[in-house]
């Protein structure tokens, strides 16, 4: 079969309103991420910042630091690997590759070429000690990667565990979000281009996951849906 043909079908997958959604992140990352790097007044941003210390109790602001740290790089590490060996363990060889394309794709996009890229420090008086840059948030965009990435792979083997996955990972996510802007390691555009990116590459790579599975189809299972 030709590539001509798969990005077709890649493209049916995908959806109308998905691709659209990547174009314009696409476009909203090559026209605010150069302005926003570039800014020395980040007026809404640091207001943002501000109000949120003005309105979490210290006590919530300690577990929020807690969150930061372990979603961290090398603490969730430890996790993916954990899924990646449940999935050896049950042979579930398309959704190991996916998971690794995936999580490893994210790290790659943000961490190696657009950090780099838009070079936006890190806000002021952060409450830890963080190196690195900071458009767009790899926090936030590879939270909702390898989180719903694994919910939907899971899920497709395990129809009832889909509820109380997403659910249990939205309310992760969130608070991962929640804690980059409580230790004032990102700005809210930051995680909000973090997050779109993160909900793009999910797609692309969910899109790709039901090409494959059209084409080596497995009885009894249900394909997942980004």
Known sequence: MSWAVLLREWLRALGRWRFLFAVLTAVALAWFGPRLAASSDPG???AVLDQVHRLIPEAFGQVLLVVYQVSGVHVTAVLVMAVLIFLILRRFWPELVCLVIGTGGILLIVDRWLKPLFARARPGESLLALSGR?????HAAGSVVFYFLTCSLLAAHYPRLRVPLLTASSLWVALVW???LYCRAHWLTDI?????LGYVWLSFCLAGFAVWERHHARPNRSLPHG
């Open 44 to 46: 809404l941003d640091l």
């Open 178 to 180: 929640l804690s980059t």
């Open 192 to 196: 909000a281009a973090g997050a779109a």
């Open 134 to 138: 900071s458009f767009p948030s790899g």
